[in-house]
């Protein structure tokens, strides 16, 4: 570690989704507490931002907006100016956590004197190990994604001692939320449980009638259902379809929520019920009770992580041990959060759906009983 000691800007890069941005932070929380005279920004795809904004570890949060529409021409003209942007910044290290072929070539151009990543062994173009100067090997398979985030600058001497994934939201996202809830008749009193039943990829979305009758369960134990979605129409009309299913009302919030609402939302509910997600793990960020539907998905690199748990799991962890989920797949727990998936030989495939179907049968053969077991008895 004694030859970072020059390290005054790092940059971290992580260009993937929402929820796989949040759960960078214990890693960037290990590169400053190694590194405490160091100044840490973060570069995200756009939309993935707030999962990083406010917090005190970092100075800035850089976007890199890969939606823009343009010309091929306009595009590398874009990219060129972006790079001129990155250069100016003067960063001392980047750290690729991100693993592709933009994000290497990203941080080769930054100009940063270290560039740490994994050893991409063959994938990408040829020539890309020549883009780092410090070369991580390549996690285990089964190791969770926090895990693997803090495995680079672990292998040259910065390890992660705290594993805490934290969310920060304003007084204006609480305030937003309170109003939000107070509107719809839920107070500071109204036990709830928060769901967020659809995901960008849908073919990790349950059933809607397996839905519909979980949520009439829980509200037929007293507890009201409040009902969140993206602001896209495919999420939306999901929620409308088990709304129009159910036989009570639940309080449909679909498509009314921002990000940091989302953890605001999930800090005053009893529980968070969901599918694999980002706003899952918002919600385990925000330390509340999670039970997750996987379907295709490895819980031992998705699962929702527990903040409280984790301290206690790096405590006994055994050699090679990178995931608190240790199953291939089946039930599972690590502290409060309980993810419920079929232990069939096939799962978790990593398919979008069986046979090209977009649906995936492990999650439409799991039955309303066992999750509303499962629930009612963390409630």
Not at 24 to 51: D, H, K
Not at 218 to 232: C, D, K, M, S
Not at 345 to 366: A, H, N, Q, Y
Request: hydrophobic share 40%.
């Amino acid at each position: 570690m004694d030859r970072f000691t020059d390290v005054k800007k790092i940059l971290v890069i992580k260009l993937r989704h929402i929820g796989d941005v949040l759960l960078t932070v214990p890693a960037i929380r290990a590169l400053g507490e190694a590194l405490p005279g160091a100044r840490i920004s973060a570069l995200v795809n756009s939309g993935t931002e707030e999962m990083l904004t406010d917090n005190p570890l970092l100075e800035e949060v850089i976007c890199f907006d890969r939606r823009i529409k343009a010309s091929t021409p306009r595009r590398v003209m874009n990219e060129l100016g972006f790079v001129k942007d990155l250069r100016k910044r003067r960063f001392d290290m980047t750290v690729d956590l991100t693993g592709g072929d933009r994000p290497a070539l990203l941080g080769f151009l930054s100009g940063a004197r270290y560039r740490l990543g994994y050893d991409p062994a063959g994938a990408g173009f040829a020539g890309k190990r020549r883009l780092y100067t410090h070369l991580a090997p390549r996690p285990a398979p089964r190791t969770h994604t926090v895990m693997r985030d803090c495995g680079i600058a672990a292998a040259f001497g910065i390890p992660a001692r705290n594993l805490t994934v934290d969310i920060y939201t304003s007084a204006q996202d609480e305030a937003a939320i309170d109003g939000l809830l107070k509107a719809n008749g839920i107070d500071a009193k109204t036990p709830f449980v928060h769901v967020h039943p659809a995901s960008r990829w849908l073919f990790k979305a349950w059933t809607t009638d397996g839905m519909a009758a979980v949520l009439d369960g829980i509200e037929a134990n007293g507890l009201r259902t409040v009902i969140t979605t993206g602001p896209g129409q495919a999420e939306r009309r999901i929620s409308a379809a088990i709304c129009g299913a159910m036989k009570t009302q639940p309080v449909d919030l679909s498509g009314k929520v921002s990000l940091k609402g989302l953890a605001a939302l999930s800090r005053r509910a009893a529980l968070f019920f969901g599918v694999d997600s980002a706003p899952m793990h918002i919600a385990a960020a925000a330390n509340t009770p999670v039970v997750a539907l996987f379907g295709p998905s490895g819980a031992f690199d998705w699962g929702p992580w527990d903040n409280a748990e984790a301290a206690r799991w790096l405590e006994r962890r055994q050699p090679g041990e990178g995931s608190p989920y240790p199953l291939k797949a089946g039930l599972q727990r690590f502290g409060r959060n309980v993810v419920i998936q079929k232990a069939w030989d096939c799962v978790p495939c990593g398919k979008d759906g069986c046979d090209g179907t977009k649906k995936s049968r492990c999650l439409d053969e799991i039955t309303p009983e066992e999750v509303l077991d499962v629930i009612l008895a963390k409630i």
